[in-house]
């Protein structure tokens, strides 16, 4: 495989594209984003082989490609956290449940909360808060968890912010699964909002049957948060992140204040995940405590990792390839987890750095090896 | 909440506690001493554990043991399953160092990798036994919970007069097995030999392989007595709750490595104080409350710890034991 990688980088993709003209840029670009809008289409034939929809047992190709974006968008906050700011956060899963849940507990007319308001205040047996009320809700309930999770553990060794982070995944499952007045336990909440839109064919736009519609919402989101999220890469706080991951204590002393900006990766990659489980609970228009497992916390963490963390493209290449596969290849459903677990060790053991690393980050590792190698030599 | 539950049962409730505890303390030694010298989170460790509970079953299958034994087949198939468990749970430990974390070591790739890797072996371990192993041979392999024959029959020993409190030969058995494999290890590492070795590791790696002591062997020999250690937890467990399960390891690998940090990571003895201790919060806490809370009760006590006293009760000190 690393034989594959040194022949792709033989071609110099990344130097060449770096003194192409910015009118050819763009222009690539503006391809490959009309190119992805008309993949539920894709009906090529040497092409569609790329389908998942092919056999009878296969899944909605729209329906994957919509989880696929979603996915990338958790990919693109968590790359923040871990590949930016070198936090290992193996609770991501926390926050994208608190956002598919906020949008289920304050927007359906299923949820307890919603019906207790409608007693206490008599209002109709419809009412519920608006779509467009929830999603500021959901994003600032995950933003807050982020900061009430991270402003005590993130003062700690990086190792302790690993497991209390995977204990706050499991305690928001759990919490969500024994609080039956609040998110209705274990049964979960049924009637999520969609976001509004015109009534076509007699039907919501956002329904449960035209994916398209919702992979075509969350893919104009991803380039969004895509383009912010390089913009904040190169600022002043992405350059405080990239000293404090390489040295915290010289960033200390060259007056980075570690913690400030490592609270703030936290919550900003919170947010994001938040973002991530609104879309994801409002396309199921159903929650249930199950569907955030820790395993899926594993996922999103592996994504980041196998792709390459601190470069933007291999986190989304992350989360396409583990999305995907699994998806592609349904009839190997039970052995799924198996080869995941033995792609994870394979890919780390082979390519520590991921398959496409950040140009810096491949650097680091560089260096990281020379000094194991000379430490080895000296002994 | 309901303080009367507690107060009436607490001698009970202190009992459950400690049982608990004391295979939270043993596993959590794993932990602990692979993270006093490597400063690395083993989380393939839980599934040490879940090898040893199926090894327990394989031994139990094999010589036919089954609850109603004889006196002379419980004790040899006690021992027996106690051997192979260690023996077991000690070579997946060193496997899992081999494949995951030494060709790392030699590239000098940062601790997240470490992490990344303990967690794919965790789950490639989870599948086998949920997986792999049920294509090939069936049940009792697959993703549902397996009964282990009681061969230890559970029975009323004595009674502490007074209280009215009945200890069985269970509870006994396994507080004092890990109470004592527990003396064994702490002598092990602060008095011989290859235990100096391994606190001058966890206490600046270089200067000790200046000194003659070759790191690899002792990040080994760490390896197999973690593992061992969770081969013992793996018995005195199933001999308890007569159960195991493909993905039984991960609960309880949480709770041991937040026994583990309770106690002070690194520490041989925090391990026993912050297991114990874990134990009776939970066993206490799930009575005044609500049982369906206990993992969160576990973690909640986690983070309390860690912010008023990060390096647990009795802090870190693999290395600073006893120079």
């Known amino acids: ?379 | 909440m309901d303080f009367d539950a507690l107060i009436s049962g607490l001698d009970r409730h202190t009992l459950d506690g400690i049982t608990r505890g004391s295979i939270y303390a043993l596993v959590a030694l794993g932990y602990t001493m692979v993270y006093g010298v490597m400063k690395l989170i083993n989380f393939a460790h839980s599934e040490v554990f879940m090898v040893g509970t199926w090894t327990v079953l394989g031994v139990y299958t094999a010589i036919g043991a089954t609850s109603g034994s004889g006196l002379a087949m419980v004790i040899g198939a006690t021992l027996l399953a106690l051997i192979a468990a260690m023996l077991a749970s000690a070579g997946t430990a060193l496997a899992v160092e081999r494949i995951a974390y030494r060709p790392l070591r030699k590239k000098g790739a940062p601790a997240l990798i470490f992490l990344i890797t303990g967690i794919g072996c965790s789950m490639v371990l989870v599948e086998v036994f949920g997986q792999v192993l049920r294509v090939f041979f069936g049940r009792p392999f697959g993703r549902v919970t397996v009964n282990i024959p009681a061969v230890l029959e559970t029975k009323t020993v004595f009674t502490i007069p007074g209280v009215d409190l009945a200890v069985s030969n269970t509870r006994i058995l396994i507080i004092v097995g890990a109470i004592v494999m527990m003396l064994a290890l702490d002598a092990f590492v602060n008095r011989s030999r290859l235990g100096r070795g391994v606190r001058a590791v966890a206490q600046d790696p270089d200067t000790a392989s200046l000194m003659g002591v070759n790191q690899e062997r002792v990040i080994m020999l760490v390896f197999v007595l973690g593992g061992a250690m969770a081969g013992v937890a793996a018995l005195l467990y199933t001999v308890q709750y007569d159960i195991t399960k493909f993905d039984i390891g991960f609960i309880i690998g949480l709770k041991a490595f937040t026994a583990a940090v309770l106690g002070g990571i690194g520490n041989l003895r925090g391990a026993l104080v912050g297991g114990l201790f874990l134990g009776i919060v939970e066993v206490y806490a799930s009575a005044v409350w609500d049982s369906s809370w206990t993992n969160v009760y576990a973690f909640v006590v986690l983070v309390v710890v860690l912010m008023f006293r990060p390096t647990g009760i009795l802090g870190e000190s693999l290395g600073k034991a006893r120079a």
């Open chain 1, 1 to 379: 495989m690393s034989q594959i990688l040194d022949a792709v980088r033989g071609l110099a993709l990344g130097e060449r594209w770096n003194h192409a003209p910015k009118v050819v840029r763009w222009a690539v670009m503006l391809l490959v984003i009309a190119f992805a809008f008309y993949l539920p289409y894709l009906n090529i034939l040497p092409f569609a082989y790329i389908r998942t929809d092919l056999t009878a047992s296969g899944s909605d190709w729209a329906s994957v490609l919509f989880l696929i974006v979603v996915y990338m968008i958790v990919a693109v906050g968590l790359n923040v956290v871990i590949g930016l700011a070198g936090l290992l956060d193996l609770g991501y899963v926390g926050f994208y449940a608190l956002g598919a849940y906020s949008v289920a507990i304050f927007g359906s007319t299923n949820s307890p909360v919603v019906q207790a308001l409608q007693s206490r205040f008599g209002l109709s047996e419809d009412w519920a808060v608006p779509f467009a009320v929830c999603i500021p809700i959901a994003i600032l309930v995950s933003l807050v968890a982020g900061v009430i999770l991270g402003a005590p553990t993130l003062r700690l060794r990086g190792d302790y912010l690993a497991i209390v982070t995977l204990g706050f995944g499991e305690i928001i499952r759990i919490t969500f699964r024994n609080l039956d007045g609040i998110s209705n336990g274990a049964a979960g909440i049924t009637g999520v909002p969609v976001p509004p839109g015109p009534e076509t064919d007699g039907r919501a736009f956002f329904n449960t049957i035209d994916a398209e519609r919702w992979y075509w919402l969350a893919l104009a989101i991803l380039i969004l948060l895509i383009f912010l999220a390089r913009r904040l890469e190169h600022s002043r706080v992405g350059r405080a992140w990239l000293a404090i991951r390489e040295d915290e204590d010289a960033a200390a002393v060259m007056g980075v204040a570690g913690f400030k900006f490592k609270l703030w990766a936290f919550a900003i990659g919170a947010t994001l995940g938040g973002l991530a489980g609104l879309l994801f609970g409002s396309k199921q228009q159903y929650v249930e405590p199950n569907a955030f497992m820790v395993n899926l916390s594993f996922l999103f963490v592996a994504m980041v990792v196998i792709g390459g963390s601190g470069n933007i493209f291999g986190a989304l290449l992350g989360a396409f390839l583990l999305t995907y596969l699994p998806e592609r290849f349904r009839e190997f459903v039970d052995w799924r987890p198996f080869a995941f677990g033995v792609a994870l060790v394979a890919v780390m053991i082979l390519r520590p750095q991921g398959l496409v690393p950040s140009r810096r980050r491949a650097r680091e590792f560089e260096d990281r090896r020379h000094e194991a190698e000379e430490a080895a030599a000296d002994v």
